[in-house]
C-alpha cells in the first residue's frame, strides 16, 4: 500500500493542453510493481477509465474519447505516471484520478476497469471552458 497524489490540474479552454502528476511516496522498490491509470468522474456520471501503463512503461491503453489526443507515460525513478493532454474539449471537464494496481492480473480487457483498482489518489479538477 501506498499514497498516490495528483497534481497538474486547472482550467483550460477549448484546443489547449494541460499535464497531470501522479507521484507515489513512499512506495519504495514496490512501485515498479504496479499498473497505474487515470481515471476521471464528471458530474452526474460515472468514473470512467482514461489511460493506464504497464508497469514497465512499455505498453499503454487508452479510451476511445482520448485516443491521439492525451498520452501517458512514467518514470519509476521518480515514482510518478504522467498524463498529457491535448486539444482539450468540453467532454473532457472532470476530476481525474490516479489509481494503482499489482500487475499482475491486468489485462486489455480490464486494464481501465475501475473495480480492479484498490488504490486511488484524492483527484484533481480539470476544468475546459469555451
Known amino acids: 500500500q501506498f499514497d498516490l497524489v495528483e497534481s497538474g490540474g486547472g482550467s483550460v479552454q477549448v484546443g489547449g493542453s494541460l499535464r497531470l502528476s501522479c507521484v507515489a511516496p513512499g512506495s519504495g522498490d514496490k512501485y515498479d510493481r504496479y499498473y497505474i491509470a487515470w481515471f476521471r468522474q464528471a458530474p452526474g456520471k460515472e468514473r470512467e477509465g482514461v489511460a493506464g501503463?504497464?508497469?514497465?512503461?512499455?505498453?499503454?491503453r487508452y479510451a476511445d474519447s482520448v485516443k491521439g489526443r492525451f498520452t501517458i507515460d512514467r518514470d519509476n525513478i521518480k515514482h510518478t505516471v504522467y498524463l498529457q493532454m491535448s486539444r482539450l474539449e468540453p467532454e473532457d471537464a472532470a476530476i481525474y484520478y490516479c489509481?494503482?494496481?499489482?500487475?499482475?492480473?491486468?489485462?486489455?480487457?480490464?486494464?481501465?476497469?475501475?473495480?480492479?483498482?484498490?488504490?486511488w489518489g484524492q483527484g484533481t479538477q480539470v476544468t475546459v471552458s469555451s
Open positions: 489509481a494503482a494496481r499489482p500487475w499482475r492480473g491486468v489485462t486489455p480487457n480490464n486494464a481501465l476497469n475501475r473495480n480492479e483498482y484498490t488504490l
Open positions: 501503463i504497464t508497469h514497465g512503461g512499455v505498453t499503454r
